[in-house]
């Protein structure tokens, strides 16, 4: 679905007169795969590149070396930025400055008018995805009324509604409160699950990586890191290296083993920890 | 909350007038204004007002909320009034005192000029009052079309007014918490003189400014996100298509227009 070789890219920096101060390498030999129908999440500290990876992925930035595919179309390849971008879309950080128009019904159409899909196409698409985010019941609102959830959730409609294959989520709930980053999470699994969309969540809040099917972890513009959840919690302290922090449960088994109670490696979830630690206590005849 | 003004003066209500579309509303909104300067005599009031009122009363719009709308352009009023008596010469002064002479033809001009503004405005606002900015913005890049053979960026325009219209509420919310963050360090919006007033505005405009140009680049990248590429090859969910009462409404704005040149022929 989506494949980088050997990726790099530099900001440039320039002065005035248009001869370059500096270089910053952001992306730096990144080969990642995606497969159709995946959740995949980036992990990274602030400015380790994963904001920079996702908009390569759908031709907003052109890598200075090495190659992006989507869908089997190389991203240079002018001609297809159209196709490119309705194969993958983009949910950005910001609910209030990706919605366009002024009527939440009018701006999830905003896409397929764009693409010239005919009149009654439109209305079908713009309902299904609206009641597929649970969002119908606000479909003649104005989005200045909506929550920032909900907002996030017709952005995210907005983007369903041209079908793509692929959607990717730039750090989508790191202006939202806990209700909304649940809600937005939630619809991305589900999108995920019922429509076989591939969704690349990039965010730096671990407790919604948990249910990915495949994590990267960056750092200073490499993929540092890869693997399912469990095997990436399982690592602690690499992770701290990277500046990134474990699930509160992940930490507090990794603490609790180091003081030789015997817990298993990348607990994910309070019920695993329950479970695993329930075990533990019955090993040792009901004392620690 | 700052965040429940709606925007224009939209009045929801689902009437007649409501539902024609926004290019027969423009175009009526235009006869109108036309025709209220063809006439010389009060005679000419009679067509305009009949039309006027039934449109009124077709809309549906309470008519005291139409006068609130008024409201506003009252200092306006007055002030042509005022001028219209102060200045009109004539002959016999009805009225003397020092410099002022007031004649017959003055209070005349300015009775005239007075019901002219007032229907001038309340015809232009029932427009706005029964037509949705989207709807608005809509008619107008479709009525302008036409300019598009002379190279006029029509559709951008239209684009630009609807994203303007969109951001209106949310610049607002905006300047408001930048005013409170001022406020919070010890800025003082409200003493001195208009001088020291506009000057303290100033810590309030750039870093708008500054956030104005960072939400446009976002805004572009989420449109070319969204495929957006200009007007072309473009469909549209709500495309304006001309009805039975559209066509009526035209026939009736003919009509109305054709009674107003009678007028102006035989009564002046």
């Given at each position: 679905m989506i494949r980088t070789k050997e990726l790099a890219f530099d900001y440039i920096r320039r002065d005035e007169e248009g001869n370059v101060e500096s270089v910053t390498?952001?992306?730096?030999d990144i080969n990642i795969n995606v497969k159709q129908g995946d959740f995949v999440a980036i992990l990274g500290a602030n400015g380790s590149g994963k904001s920079t990876l996702a908009k390569h992925l759908n031709a907003i930035l052109m890598p200075t070396e090495g190659e992006v595919w989507v869908n089997g179309i190389k991203t240079t390849d002018e001609d297809n930025l159209l196709e490119i971008r309705k194969n993958a879309g983009m949910v950005f950080?910001?609910?209030?400055?990706?919605?366009?128009?002024?009527?939440v019904e009018e701006d999830v159409g905003f896409g397929p008018e764009n693409l010239g899909v005919p009149t009654k196409e439109i209305w079908e698409r713009v309902e299904k995805v609206l009641k597929s985010v649970g969002m119908l019941e606000f479909r003649k609102d104005s989005p200045n009324k909506l929550s920032g959830g909900q907002k996030q959730r017709v952005a995210i409609a907005g983007i369903m509604a041209m079908k793509p294959k692929c959607i990717i989520l730039?750090?989508?709930?790191?202006?939202?409160d806990p209700v909304g980053r649940k809600e937005v999470i939630a619809t991305a699994r589900e999108l995920n699950k019922k429509e076989g969309v591939t969704v690349i969540l990039i965010t730096h809040y671990m407790e919604e990586v948990t249910g990915a099917d495949v994590v990267f972890v960056m750092d200073s513009g490499k993929v540092v890191m890869t693997g399912t959840p469990r095997q990436i919690f399982s690592r602690v302290d690499q992770l701290k290296q990277f500046r990134l922090d474990v699930p509160q449960v992940t930490a507090l088994a990794h603490d609790l083993r180091k003081k030789g109670v015997p817990l298993p490696e990348g607990i994910l979830t309070p019920e695993e920890f329950e479970e695993a630690f329930t075990r533990a206590c019955d090993a040792r005849g009901g004392a620690i | 909350m700052i965040r429940d003004i709606t925007l224009g003066q939209y009045y929801p209500e689902n009437s007649i007038i409501h539902r024609l579309d926004p290019r027969v509303k423009i175009v009526g909104t235009l006869v109108y204004l036309v025709s209220l300067f063809l006439f010389k005599s009060f005679w000419g009031y009679i067509p305009t007002m009949i039309f006027l009122f039934s449109c009124i009363h077709l809309s549906k719009v309470p008519f005291k909320h139409i006068v609130k709308g008024l409201k506003a352009v009252v200092m306006l009023l007055m002030f042509t009034l005022i001028c219209n008596i102060i200045f009109t010469r004539g002959e016999v002064p009805l009225f003397e005192w020092k410099f002022i002479r007031i004649y017959p033809e003055g209070l005349r001009t300015a009775g005239f000029m007075g019901i002219r503004l007032t229907l001038l405005i309340t015809g232009s606002s029932l427009m706005t009052f029964t037509t949705t900015p989207t709807q608005l913005t809509d008619g107008l890049e479709r009525l302008f079309a036409p300019l598009k053979l002379f190279k006029v960026p029509v559709h951008e325009v239209a684009m630009m007014m609807s994203i303007a219209l969109r951001f209106i509420p949310v610049l607002l919310e905006e300047t408001d918490k930048i005013m409170k963050a001022q406020q919070a360090r010890g800025a003082d919006f409200e003493e001195g003189n208009i001088f020291q007033r506009a000057k303290a505005m100033v810590p309030i405009l750039v870093p708008l400014f500054i956030s104005s140009f960072r939400r446009a680049g976002d805004l572009a990248m989420a449109m070319e996100v969204r495929c957006y590429h200009g007007g072309e090859g473009r469909t549209r969910m709500k495309p304006l298509k001309y009805k039975g009462r559209d066509f009526i409404a035209y026939g009736v704005q003919l009509l109305y227009l054709a009674a107003l040149i009678l007028v102006r022929i035989f009564l002046g």
């Open positions: 390498r952001a992306l730096d950080q910001n609910p209030d400055n990706q919605i366009i128009l002024t009527v730039d750090e989508p709930t790191a202006m939202l | -």
